[in-house]
C-alpha cells in the first residue's frame, strides 16, 4: 500500500481562477501519526483581462524541508469571493530512496471543452401536415330514415265491447206486489146508519 | 464545495426566423445567488429578412457562470419571431468555491503514490 511508506514533500502547485486571495493549507501526519496542518500560505487573487474576466493561473510554493507523511491532505480556503480550482499536485518523493516526481491530488476535472445543452424549444416540424377543420362529413350512402308513422301490429288483439257483463249467478229480484198484512183490520161498509128519530122527508106527488 | 454544479457558458445558438429585430437576454444566478441580466441591455436579433426565411445567429457568452440560467427572446413591437431551435455551448467547472459562503475545498488524507 501506498501508505505504507513514508514521503517527503517539496513543493505544492494549484491550478486556479479566483478574484479574491485565498489561503491553502498542507496537512500530514508525520510526525506524531495524527493529521495536523504543517504549513499554509496565501493564494492570490487572478489578474483579469480586458473584459474583467480573470484568468486561469498556477500558484505554486515550497514546501518545508521536513513535510513528510504517510498521508498528506490539502485544504484550499478562499476569501470572500469565487475561486474555480483545476489542477493540484504536489512534489514529493518516496524515504529513504524514491524519485522526485509530481503526485496529482484528486481535483473534479473541468472538461476542456464545452459540451452543446438543448435548449427546450418545441420543434418545428419541416414539412405540412393536414388539419380536419370541423365539418361533420357528409355519408357517402344514403340512410333509411323512420317517418313518425305509428306501426301496425302485425296480430290481432281482442278487443272489448261495452256490453257489461251477465253475472254467472242468479239474484233475487223483489216485483212489485204490496205485501199482505199479517194481521186483520177493520173495515167500515159503505152502510148508511139509521137514526134514531126518522127525519120526514117531503115525496112530490103527482096532482 | 458548492452543492450545485457551477457551469462555465460559452455560447449560444439560435436559429429562427422573424420579420424584424429582437432581443436575446440572457439570466444566470452568479453572481449574486439571484438570476440577473449578464448580457447588458442584451443582444440584438436581427431580422432573418422575413418570416420565410431561416437565419442562425450565435450570440458569445464568455465569461458568464452559474448554476441556473434562463434565455429570453423578446421581438420588437412590430415584429414576429419564430424560434426554431436553440443550442447552448456549457462546461461545468470541477471544483468552484464560493468564498461568500465559507465554501472550501479539501481533500480526504491521501496515500499518494503506486
Known amino acids: 500500500m501506498a501508505s505504507e511508506k513514508l514521503k517527503l514533500f517539496s513543493k505544492i502547485e494549484i491550478e486556479i481562477i479566483s478574484n479574491v486571495a485565498g489561503t491553502l493549507a498542507i496537512l500530514t501526519d508525520a510526525p506524531g501519526n495524527a493529521m495536523a496542518q504543517r504549513f499554509s500560505f496565501a493564494t492570490p487573487a487572478s489578474s483579469a483581462d480586458g473584459n474583467g474576466n ?12 521536513n513535510t513528510q507523511g504517510h498521508l498528506i491532505q490539502a485544504k484550499l480556503t478562499p476569501g470572500s469571493g469565487q475561486t474555480s480550482l483545476y489542477r ?25 471543452e464545452f459540451a452543446p445543452a438543448a435548449l427546450p424549444i418545441p420543434p418545428t416540424a419541416e414539412e405540412w401536415r393536414p388539419e380536419a377543420l370541423p365539418v361533420p362529413p357528409t355519408a357517402e350512402e344514403w340512410r333509411p ?20 257483463p251477465t253475472a254467472e249467478e242468479w239474484r233475487p229480484e223483489a216485483l212489485p206486489i204490496p205485501p199482505t198484512a199479517e194481521e186483520w183490520r177493520p173495515s167500515a161498509l159503505p152502510v148508511k146508519a139509521t137514526p134514531d128519530v126518522p127525519d120526514w122527508a117531503e115525496l112530490e106527488v103527482d096532482a | 464545495m458548492a452543492f450545485q454544479k457551477v457551469f462555465d457558458f460559452k455560447e449560444v445558438t439560435i436559429e429562427y426566423r422573424s420579420n ?20 447588458g441591455a442584451g443582444f440584438t436579433l436581427p431580422t432573418s429578412g422575413g418570416i ?63
Open chain 1, 54 to 65: 480573470c484568468l486561469r493561473r498556477t500558484v505554486t510554493s515550497r514546501l518545508p524541508y
Open chain 1, 88 to 112: 493540484a499536485r504536489v512534489w514529493g518523493r518516496e524515504l529513504p530512496g524514491g524519485q522526485w516526481e509530481w503526485f496529482a491530488l484528486p481535483v473534479i476535472e473541468t472538461p476542456v
Open chain 1, 145 to 164: 330514415e323512420a317517418l313518425p308513422v305509428p306501426p301496425t301490429a302485425e296480430e290481432w288483439r281482442p278487443e272489448a265491447l261495452p256490453i257489461p
Open chain 2, 20 to 39: 424584424g429585430a429582437a432581443s436575446f437576454q440572457f439570466s444566470t444566478d452568479m453572481p449574486g445567488g439571484a438570476l440577473a441580466a449578464r448580457l
Open chain 2, 52 to 114: 420565410g426565411l431561416n437565419r442562425t445567429q450565435t450570440i458569445p457568452l464568455d465569461g458568464i457562470q452559474g448554476t441556473m440560467y434562463q434565455p429570453q427572446i423578446t421581438p420588437g413591437s412590430s415584429t414576429q419571431i419564430i424560434v426554431l431551435s436553440a443550442k447552448l455551448w456549457l462546461r461545468p467547472i470541477g471544483v468552484y468555491l464560493d468564498g461568500t459562503l465559507n465554501e472550501e475545498w479539501i481533500t480526504q488524507p491521501i496515500a499518494v503514490g503506486a
